[in-house]
């Protein structure tokens, strides 16, 4: 039997949770049989981890749209690749080139952050939905990570609902016994995200301040990156505007800066509750993990997000770019005695197993990618 092969095109950025995912999907398709290709267009953390773990990757560059595209169709000939997935949306725009020079390969559009998703301006989303539609004939299925992509892409992209199926995103359910309980109101509380513009740093140290002047006496601990960390291109920005508005705000007794982590649940393993104050979101790997660790979570109700955090069931929600209602999002959890919070952690397990499995990810996938090559 021939074996089945797919070619995962990624752009580096930074290692987040897309690239998370994209591991999870490697290693699952591979237990399960399939040759998967790595193409990025840098050698990064995420290549050097792909090889480590026995996987081949390709490096191509990315910027020039017509020489990536025959150099990607080059690659899928000489490793016979069958399907190449895009998971964001520039992403999809190259591999649709590819799909229109070479028709035999299908192209998978595994949508994690859709346009509206985003943090660009309304212009530039309307802009990117008509592109969308444009090339919508070169993608043979998409698969978004949750039911707010999927009511995006019908009624702003308007794209068949036929050719879109909701898989969501994975979780590693083995840290679940690794990591012992902390109490939920330690006044430890952790953030992990990259240092980006749209991730809501801004947001947590307003909402701090808020805090501190209400009494609340607080440890936050900051977990992420730079966009680009490992390569040439790394950017501190971002991170020098945090530490700027730390000192403005007088909150260095308050804030510790962490860096990058390869292990989330070692990192915030003594933080009884995570919080993501993010403008924009599909569905944040990170709140995942944290769920399954019996952390509470507090989070701004963007994209995905309030779709497995329900507002005082399974974690906390605030209205995105409000330090106000973020403070008082922190201010409610802490109203909650411990064991109404251990009764939402409980809740919130429950949901993760039954719907966020690595095992039901895979055989979905598999079951897609196979009626594409029949």
């Known amino acids: 039997m021939k074996t089945k092969s797919i070619a995962i095109v990624r752009k580096y950025n930074g290692y987040g949770g897309i690239e998370h995912q994209i591991e999870n999907i490697m290693f699952g398709l591979n237990k399960k049989g399939w040759k998967v290709l790595l193409i990025s267009d840098k050698v990064s953390p995420l290549t050097q981890k792909c090889v480590e773990q026995g996987f081949e990757i390709a490096i191509v560059p990315l910027e020039n749209t017509i020489k990536a595209t025959r150099e990607i169709i080059k690659q899928c000939k000489i490793k016979d690749i069958q399907i190449i997935q895009s998971h964001m949306l520039k992403e999809s725009f190259l591999c649709s080139f590819v799909k229109l020079f070479n028709p035999q390969i299908k192209h998978v559009f595994r949508v994690h952050t859709y346009i509206d998703c985003s943090h660009i301006s309304r212009l530039k989303k309307n802009v990117y939905h008509a592109a969308a539609r444009i090339i919508s004939p070169f993608i043979d299925q998409y698969l978004p990570i949750n039911e707010y992509n999927e009511r995006e892409m019908v009624f702003r992209t308007r794209l068949s609902k036929q050719k879109i199926q909701v898989i969501h995103n994975a979780v590693r359910f083995q840290i679940k016994n690794e990591y012992p309980h902390c109490d939920f109101k330690n006044n430890k509380i952790a953030m992990v995200a990259n240092f980006v513009d749209f991730k809501g740093h801004d947001v947590l140290l307003d909402g701090l301040k808020i805090l501190r002047d209400k009494g609340y006496k607080i440890e936050a601990y900051l977990v992420g990156g730079v966009p680009g960390k490992g390569t040439d291109s790394e950017d501190f920005t971002r991170l020098n505007i945090v530490q700027d508005t730390i000192r403005k705000y007088r909150l260095e007794n308050m804030v510790v800066i962490c860096g990058y982590s390869s292990n989330i649940p070692e990192a915030i393993k003594e933080c009884g509750i995570l919080v993501l104050p993010s403008d924009a979101e599909g569905t944040p790997n990170v709140l995942l993990e944290a769920m399954i660790l019996r952390k509470i979570v507090v989070a701004s109700k963007v994209g995905g997000v309030p779709e497995f955090v329900k507002d005082g069931e399974?974690?906390?929600?605030?209205?995105?770019?409000?330090?106000?209602d973020f403070a008082n999002a922190i201010m409610r959890a802490y109203h909650f005695t411990e064991s109404q919070l251990d009764a939402i952690?409980?809740?919130?397990?429950?949901?993760?197993?039954?719907?966020?499995?690595?095992?039901g990810l895979i055989m979905r996938l598999i079951k897609v990618y196979e009626s594409l090559l029949l």
Do not use: I, P, R, W
């Open 314 to 324: 399974t974690g906390f929600l605030h209205e995105s770019k409000n330090a106000e």
């Open 345 to 359: 952690a409980e809740k919130a397990v429950k949901l993760v197993e039954s719907e966020y499995c690595l095992e």
